[in-house]
């Protein structure tokens, strides 16, 4: 079964940086649709950027889009996340899914069934 591990979270203030990683041990990435999905208190869950497998296309939320960057890393079979110029209301528990394995290339959307899910970190911008 696949297990998703996330770090990087912490407290950033506004305007600042912080750099979400998304690991997996025993399965490769490569065959997977990754997400980043976020919950703020009170507030329903919600996708912020997904990429796909192999031709790593990637989607974004409005909301965070000319801010973060999603990668994949091969070399640690990682996804990151890469927020910059954060604000307070990015503050929330930011998770990754995974949906897959998937035998052929398949664009990703937040919409998607990801069906495997990480522990989440926590991301609070404050000043």
């Known amino acids: 079964q696949l297990q998703l591990v996330e770090s990087g979270g912490g407290l950033v203030q506004p305007g600042g940086s912080l750099r979400l990683s998304c690991a997996a041990s025993?399965?490769?990435?490569?065959?997977?649709?990754i997400g980043w999905f976020r919950q703020a208190p009170r507030k329903e869950r919600e996708g912020v950027s997904c990429?796909?497998?192999?031709?790593?296309?990637?989607n974004y939320a409005d909301s965070v889009k000319g801010r973060f960057t999603i990668s994949r890393d091969n070399a640690k079979n990682a996804i990151d996340l890469q927020m910059d110029s954060l604000k307070p209301e990015d503050t929330a528990i930011y998770y990754c899914?995974?949906?897959?394995?998937?035998?052929?290339?398949?664009?990703?959307?937040?919409?998607?069934?990801?069906?495997?899910w990480g522990q989440g970190t926590q991301v609070t911008v404050s000043s």
């Open positions: 899914a995974a949906d897959g394995p998937l035998g052929a290339y398949r664009r990703c959307r937040l919409s998607d069934n990801f069906r495997s």
């Open positions: 025993a399965f490769t990435l490569d065959y997977y649709n």
């Open positions: 990429i796909s497998t192999r031709g790593g296309t990637t």
